[in-house]
């Protein structure tokens, strides 16, 4: 048996890899879009959809352009999800504004000048009744919230550590030092349809909270 070409082997994983960069970005004329600019780091987010429920998480794409002249790091496996029924608002949290001390978060660093793009879904558990009432605050906005980690100097030896199925534990100094250099950026709110079980086709049904206009009223 002949042995693989290692040249059509370091190819064809190139492509892929390529391929696969390619595939997640944010498409910057889609309405589902939300943009946010914090001292020198600017994120880019886009929706999957914008009819959500409780039965199906809600994906995310989020691109991060770092253009300050330090890293910065993000724990983008970690998300969460919360709702403010007074402003009828999802709001989705990506990374950790307050980790567990037991084990680091996994952490993706952003270099200076770096753009990267990441992918997540998050679950939205809300318990509403299916059956539509006008005394019940359906959700009319999804906002997304990133938590970034500036000045990551201190980390750098527990990133330097990190394991795929291995995260190394926090003293509790950089416990503090975490939540000290953590910066909680928030895009704008994204109108969406509350779904309750049935199809998005008809947005007529009385099963859909038809989505509100940023800043307008019903």
């Known amino acids: 048996m002949k042995s693989s070409n290692p040249t059509l082997l370091l190819a064809a994983a190139t492509l892929a890899c390529a391929t696969a960069v390619q595939a997640a970005h944010v498409d910057m004329t889609d309405p589902r879009r939300a943009l946010a600019v914090d ?5 880019d987010a886009q929706l999957t959809q914008d009819a959500v429920s409780s039965s ?3 994906g995310i794409t989020f ?3 770092n253009n300050s002249k330090q890293p910065v790091a993000i724990a983008d496996k970690t998300a969460d999800s919360s709702y403010d029924a007074d402003t009828r608002t999802i709001t989705l949290s990506i990374g950790s504004e307050i980790p567990d001390a037991a084990a680091m978060p996994r952490l993706s ?5 770096e753009t990267r793009t990441f992918t997540t879904a998050i679950q939205v558990r809300l318990a509403l009744p299916n059956v539509r009432s ?3 605050a359906y959700p009319h906005y999804a906002q997304i919230k990133v938590n970034v980690l500036r000045n990551i100097e201190a980390f750098a030896s527990l990133i330097a550590q990190q394991r795929p199925n291995f ?3 926090m003293s509790d100094a950089l416990f503090d030092t975490w939540v000290q250099n953590n910066d909680a950026i928030f895009l704008n709110a994204i109108p969406v349809y509350w ?3 049935h199809g998005i086709t008809d947005q007529n049904s009385a099963d ?4 509100m206009p940023v800043g307008g009223t019903f």
């Not at 001292?39 to 994120?43: E, L």
């Not at 859909?208 to 989505?211: D, F, K, M, T």
């Open 167 to 169: 995260s190394p534990p």
């Open 195 to 197: 779904k309750t079980g």
């Open 208 to 211: 859909i909270a038809s989505p």
């Open 109 to 113: 660093v952003i270099k200076p000048g």
């Open 134 to 136: 006008p005394f019940v």
């Open 56 to 58: 199906a998480p809600i």
């Open 63 to 65: 691109q991060l352009q």
């Open 39 to 43: 001292d020198d780091v600017r994120i």
